[in-house]
């Protein structure tokens, strides 16, 4: 018979996980590991200074931010912008910044939605990235499938994984 003695230090522990719903993104710097889940022609932007182990994860779902405003998650030219300033304001690096992108899939032919909606989603996050000279590290993009990222903070590891199972590292 196997019987267990329990005590706090011998228990597993789950690591650190927060969701970043849809519009919305996070910042972390403690090791957490950032998940966004359901990316269809939404695109998660990923950025994330090594040195420093701060990171962030924008789940976005339109890609440009309109004059009068609006939520930085959820268009990914603000998403962008946005998390650089607050990676910087807590010890990351600018110039150390990279960035992965996750998503942009055009699964849904939906009359409200125009054609092609993941693509310029994604197409906005790049300019973006390009414009502030923010390098980028991967990407798992386009396609019918959708995703689910999840990003640890620690080690800076972005793993995707889709519906049917498939699975990869960027």
Not at 40 to 55: I, R
Not at 56 to 79: C, F, I, N, R, V
Not at 134 to 144: I, R
């Amino acid at each position: 018979m196997k019987t267990f003695e329990s005590a706090a230090a011998d228990a597993p522990t789950a690591p650190d996980r927060l969701l970043v719903g849809v519009s919305d993104y996070v910042v972390a710097e403690d090791g957490e590991t950032l998940v966004a889940y359901g990316l269809g022609a939404c695109v998660a932007v990923a950025l994330y200074d090594p040195e420093a182990g701060v990171g962030a994860l924008a789940h976005t779902m339109l890609p440009h931010q309109p004059a009068e405003g609006g939520s930085p998650g959820k268009y990914a030219d603000e998403a962008v912008r946005t998390m650089l300033r607050e990676l910087v304001a807590r010890g990351g690096d600018y110039e150390a910044a990279e960035a992965w992108l996750v998503g942009g899939a055009e699964i849904f032919a939906l009359p409200d939605i125009a054609d092609g909606a993941g693509e310029r989603n994604v197409a906005a996050a790049r300019e973006q990235l390009a414009a502030l000279d923010v390098a980028l590290a991967g990407m798992a993009v386009g396609g019918s499938r959708g995703r689910t990222v999840e990003f640890d903070t620690a080690t800076g590891e972005v793993r995707v994984s889709t519906a049917d199972g498939h699975e990869e590292v960027l």
